[in-house]
C-alpha cells in the first residue's frame, strides 16, 4: 500500500508542477480530487483497492506543501526556507493516513481493503487484515484517525492521533531563563550554567566509515547488500534517536526550573554552509521545537527574540555596544563600565531581557 501512495503521490506531483508551470499557481485539492475519482473509474483502476479516504490524504498533503510554499513566497521568501514538494520512490513513501477505514482492539488494528471481484472485474468487497502492535502506552480523548508509518529500516510504527489537549501543568518557580547557542558550548544560560551537546553523530563517524564501506564491497541489490544498507539505516536510526532522547530531556529539565524560557532565532541555512555537519548533529532547530512543545505541554512561557536583535555586542550591565569584539574573543571588558564578561553568558542576558522586555509599536 505504500508504494502504491508513493505512485500516487508522484502522479499527482507531476499534476501539480504542470499547474504551476503554466498558471503559477497550485491546483489544490478540490480540483485534484474530482480527478482521482475519474482516475479510479479508467486508467488507475489498480489504485482503487486502497481505502478512497487515505488516497484522498496523499492529495491533501500535497495541498498543504504547496500552500506552505506560496506562504512563505508571500512573506518575502522571510525565515525559515520552505521548497516545494518533491518526487519520491515507491520504497521511500513513508506513511498512510486511515481516518475510518480501521478498528483498535487491544493489541490488534484492522484496517478494511477493498478486494478484487473477478466476476464483475470491480473492487466491490472489503476485506479485513489484522495486524499485531505492541500496545506500550494508553491513549486518551477521541481517536480522531491512525497513521502507520515506516522508516529507513522497514519498521512499521503505528500513530493513534487522539483530541486529547490536556496539559501536565508543573509548579510555578517564578524564575526566567534566556539561552545562547553555540557550536562550542551547545546551550549557555544567564544563570551561567553551560551544557555541552553529546554530539551522537561525532562519536559514531567510525563505525559509520565502517557500514558504508561494507554496503560499497556488495553488489548492489543482492541479499548480502540489503542486510548491508538496512544495517546502516539502523546506526542512523540510533543516532537519531539518542539526539531526541537528549533533546526531549534537556527540554523537561528547562521546564520544570523555568517559568519564563527565552532564545535567539538562528539562521541555521547560513550556518550550514559556514560549519556543515556539526550543525546538523547539534540540531539547534529540532530542539527548539521540543522546546516549544514542552512549554506548551507544561505551560509555560515560550519566546524568541528576533534574528536582528544584538545580543553578543552590547553590555549586559551598562547597554554599551562594543563594536570591536570579534569572534574569536570569548572574554571581555566593557571600556565604558569596566565590567568583565564571559561572551556567551553576556549573550544570554541580553537574551532573556530582550524577550522579556515589552514591545514597542
Excluded at 522508516?151 to 493513534?160: I, M
Excluded at 557500514?211 to 560499497?216: E, F, G, P, R
Excluded at 548480502?224 to 546502516?232: F, S
Excluded at 539526539?243 to 534537556?250: G, L, N, T, V
Amino acid at each position: 500500500m505504500l508504494d502504491d501512495l508513493g505512485d500516487v503521490h508522484n502522479h499527482f506531483l507531476a499534476l501539480e508542477n504542470r499547474y504551476y508551470r503554466i498558471y503559477g499557481k497550485y491546483a489544490g485539492r478540490y480540483r485534484l480530487q474530482p480527478h482521482l475519482t475519474k482516475l479510479l473509474q479508467r486508467t488507475h483502476k489498480h489504485w482503487a483497492w486502497i481505502p478512497r479516504d487515505t488516497l484522498d490524504g496523499v492529495i491533501i498533503r500535497l495541498h498543504l506543501a504547496w500552500e506552505k510554499f506560496f506562504d512563505w513566497i508571500k512573506q518575502g521568501k522571510q525565515g525559515r526556507r520552505i521548497g516545494k514538494p518533491k518526487f519520491k520512490k515507491r520504497s521511500k513513501y513513508r506513511s498512510a493516513k486511515f481516518p475510518y477505514a480501521y478498528e483498535l482492539q487491544e493489541g490488534q488494528v484492522c484496517i478494511s481493503f477493498k478486494v478484487w471481484n473477478p466476476v464483475s472485474q470491480k473492487f466491490n468487497k472489503y476485506h479485513k487484515r489484522y495486524f499485531s502492535f505492541h500496545h506500550h502506552r494508553e491513549w486518551n480523548g477521541n481517536v480522531k484517525y491512525i497513521q502507520v508509518g515506516r522508516d529507513a529500516v522497514g519498521t512499521l510504527w503505528l500513530y493513534v492521533v487522539t483530541d486529547d489537549i490536556s496539559k501536565e501543568v508543573l509548579s510555578a518557580t517564578g524564575e526566567s531563563v534566556g539561552i545562547d547557542f553555540g557550536m562550542d558550548t551547545y546551550l549557555t544560560l544567564s544563570t551561567g550554567e553551560k551544557i555541552d551537546h553529546p554530539q551522537p553523530l561525532k562519536q559514531s563517524l567510525n563505525e559509520l566509515r565502517k557500514l558504508n564501506k561494507a554496503v560499497s564491497r556488495k553488489q548492489k541489490g543482492s541479499g548480502n547488500w540489503w542486510r548491508a544498507v538496512r544495517q546502516l539505516a539502523r546506526t542512523y536510526r540510533k543516532i537519531a534517536n539518542q539526539r531526541r532522547d537528549w533533546h526531549y530531556k534537556r527540554a523537561t529539565d528547562l521546564c520544570r526550573r523555568f517559568d519564563h524560557i527565552v532564545t535567539e532565532t538562528l539562521n541555521l541555512e547560513g550556518m550550514k554552509r559556514l560549519w556543515g555537519r556539526k550543525v546538523s548533529d547539534l540540531a539547534f532547530y529540532q530542539f527548539i521545537e521540543i522546546l516549544a512543545f514542552k512549554c506548551f505541554k507544561h505551560n509555560r512561557e515560550f519566546v524568541q527574540v528576533g534574528q536582528w536583535t544584538p545580543t553578543t555586542k552590547p553590555c549586559s550591565e551598562c547597554g554599551h555596544h562594543n563594536e570591536n569584539l570579534s569572534l574569536s574573543d570569548r572574554q571581555w571588558t566593557c571600556p565604558e563600565c569596566g565590567s568583565h564578561h564571559d561572551r556567551d553568558i553576556n549573550a544570554a542576558i541580553n537574551i532573556l531581557r530582550g524577550g522579556l522586555a515589552p514591545s514597542v509599536e
